[in-house]
Structure formats: C-alpha cells, structure tokens
C-alpha cells in the first residue's frame, strides 16, 4: 500500500526514523576506524561476524541438543508426579477400637465410624467423596454431591443423616434426614428419610421403615459420677466434634447419665443439673456460663 508522506507525515516519519536508527547500529558495529589499517580492520570483521555466528549456533545446538531435551523431559515429569499426588494421595482414618470414634471431613461433615471400620479420602479434597469398609454414620454438610463408595456400590447425597453398613457382600442403607441413593452396575435406587434399604447382589429388598431418629452408632453413652466438668466436656467435644468453653469460674462436678445423639440435648442436660446457661456461637461453638439472677 502506497502512503503519501504530505497527507500522512505522522505515519511515515516514525518509520524512517526507526530504520535510520537501526542503520546507525549496524554502521557503529562494523565501520572502519581511520586509525587502523584495512586489512587488520576486515580481519577484526570476520572475527566478529564468525563469532556472532557461532554464537547462534551454540544456542541452536543446545535446544536440539539432547541435555535439553532431558531438561524438558525431567520437568514435564516433576508436573505430572504433581498432579498424579494430587488425585491420588488419600488420608485414612481407621478405627481398631471396641467402641466407635468420630471425626470431621475438611468440608465439615461429621462421620462416626464404627470399630473395625476405615474411612479413606483424598488428602487435598479435590471432591467430596469417601471410600468405606465397614460401618459408619455420616452427618452430611450441604453442598455439592457427597459420595461414600463401597465395593458393593455407592451412596450419593446432596445434605442428609445416613447410615452405611457393609454386610457380607452386601449392603444396608439407613435414611434418617433428606434422602439417598444407592446405585451400582445391577440397581439405582432412591431411599428416603425413615426408611432402611437392605441390597445383595441379584435381590433388592424392599425399604422398611425406620422407627428411630438416630441409630445406635450415633449416640454418645456416658455415666458419670461427680467428675470434673472439664472432663465430661471434653469428652463431648471429642464425639460430637463441636468446641464446648465455659466461663464458670468456679470448678464444677457432674453426676448423671448422658446418652444422646445431640451435642445440644448433652450440654442442656448438664446446665440444667448444675444451674448454668449455655449459648451457640456457631453451629460447633458453644459457651456455657453462670446463670444469670
């Protein structure tokens, strides 16, 4: 495309500008000293051009040689090691105790896991999904879909109170809030709160209703005889995995019996036996202190 530099002065000149720039370069870089004899100074010329070139070549060399090559090759497979131990690293929780031991997920949702059971999931929780063997209660937060995988098929869940059990080759799902499902390579099937769904290979049972709120793995069973205040609720925080702080300050001694699957039914129980208050924080927070006159 033809400019005329008189009706566009402003887009031609910065060009011829910037060539005559570079042409300055070049004649700085290569032109003759006056002071120095022609033949010395077109040795020196050679020098430097043979040596620009080789310059050029030496980086050539080096990205097609093999040392880079292996370069390339070490860090594509220090990324993918990365990623592989991303998806795939797991943390286990197994319980080899006589009684039943609770925890929470990193989204917040609390299992109780019964003994000779093992609950398995991926370290940096890149999907809330666990991995089951045994028996276990789950309190589900709500959010994205939550699975349990069994080797007899999973449970999928939106936000609920549920019971897994494996049972032979089989399994037993208890609904007690919301509603699940079951699904594997033979059945899908849909259990909702109040009803319990017994499953082995080639026979679907069909649901039975629960007449209970909570099962037994559920429930905390405590019986105490004035023992220390701190001690009962520390153990309360240690099933129910809440934070309990009391801003008695004077100590305080429980006796009774606890056997509730509610960490606030526990907590009324014990204010109202030694006349103090209780209030939530949050959810898993809660601070008793001295009844108010």
Same mark, same amino acid.
């Given at each position: 495309?033809?400019? $005329?530099?008189?009706?566009?002065?402003?887009?031609?000149?910065?060009?011829? =500008?910037?060539?005559?720039?570079?042409?300055?370069?070049?004649?700085?870089?290569?032109?003759?000293?006056?002071?120095?004899?022609?033949?010395? &100074?077109?040795?020196?010329?050679?020098?430097?051009? @043979?040596?620009?070139? *080789?310059?050029?070549?030496?980086?050539?060399?080096?990205?097609?040689?093999?040392?880079?090559?292996?370069?390339?090759?070490?860090?594509?497979?220090?990324?993918?090691?990365?990623?592989?131990?991303?998806?795939?690293?797991?943390?286990?929780?197994? *319980?080899?105790?006589?009684?039943?031991?609770?925890?929470?997920?990193? $989204?917040?949702?609390?299992?109780?896991?019964?003994? *000779?059971?093992? &609950?398995?999931?991926?370290?940096?929780?890149?999907?809330?999904? &666990?991995?089951?063997?045994?028996?276990?209660?789950?309190?589900?937060?709500?959010?994205?879909?939550?699975?349990?995988?069994?080797?007899?098929?999973?449970?999928?869940?939106?936000?609920?109170?549920?019971?897994?059990?494996?049972?032979? $080759?089989?399994?037993?799902?208890?609904?007690?809030?919301?509603? &699940?499902?079951?699904?594997?390579?033979?059945? @899908?099937?849909?259990? @909702?709160?109040? *009803?319990?769904?017994?499953?082995?290979?080639?026979?679907?049972?069909?649901?039975?209703?629960?007449?209970?709120?909570?099962?037994?793995?559920?429930? =905390?069973?405590?019986?105490?005889?004035?023992?220390?205040?701190?001690?009962?609720?520390?153990?309360?925080?240690?099933?129910?995995?809440?934070?309990?702080?009391?801003?008695?300050?004077?100590?305080?001694?429980?006796?009774?019996?606890?056997?509730?699957?509610?960490?606030?039914?526990?907590?009324?129980?014990?204010?109202?036996?030694?006349?103090?208050?209780?209030?939530?924080?949050?959810?898993?927070?809660?601070?008793?202190?001295?009844?108010?006159?």
């Amino acid at each position: 495309m033809f400019i $005329d530099a008189d009706i566009y002065p402003s887009l031609v000149l910065p060009v011829v =500008f910037q060539d005559q720039n570079k042409s300055e370069q070049v004649i700085k870089t290569y032109q003759v000293p006056e002071t120095k004899d022609k033949d010395a &100074v077109f040795d020196e010329l050679l020098v430097k051009i @043979e040596g620009e070139s *080789n310059s050029r070549k030496r980086v050539q060399k080096l990205v097609s040689g093999p040392s880079y090559r292996l370069v390339i090759s070490a860090a594509a497979s220090v990324i993918v090691i990365f990623l592989l131990h991303l998806f795939i690293s797991e943390k286990t929780v197994e *319980n080899t105790f006589a009684e039943s031991t609770a925890f929470r997920l990193p $989204d917040n949702s609390r299992v109780v896991l019964s003994e *000779n059971s093992t &609950v398995g999931y991926s370290r940096y929780w890149w999907k809330r999904e &666990v991995k089951l063997q045994g028996e276990a209660y789950f309190e589900v937060e709500k959010g994205e879909k939550f699975t349990v995988k069994t080797p007899a098929g999973k449970i999928s869940v939106l936000g609920t109170r549920f019971q897994v059990s494996e049972v032979e $080759d089989g399994l037993i799902v208890k609904c007690f809030e919301g509603k &699940v499902k079951l699904s594997n390579k033979e059945t @899908e099937q849909i259990v @909702e709160a109040g *009803n319990a769904l017994a499953y082995r290979p080639g026979n679907m049972a069909e649901l039975a209703p629960l007449h209970i709120e909570y099962p037994q793995l559920a429930y =905390f069973n405590g019986t105490f005889s004035k023992e220390n205040l701190t001690k009962v609720l520390t153990e309360l925080e240690t099933f129910f995995n809440v934070r309990i702080q009391t801003g008695s300050p004077t100590e305080r001694y429980f006796s009774g019996k606890l056997e509730t699957a509610n960490a606030e039914t526990a907590v009324r129980i014990i204010c109202r036996s030694l006349n103090l208050d209780y209030t939530f924080i949050t959810k898993d927070q809660i601070i008793i202190n001295e009844r108010k006159k």
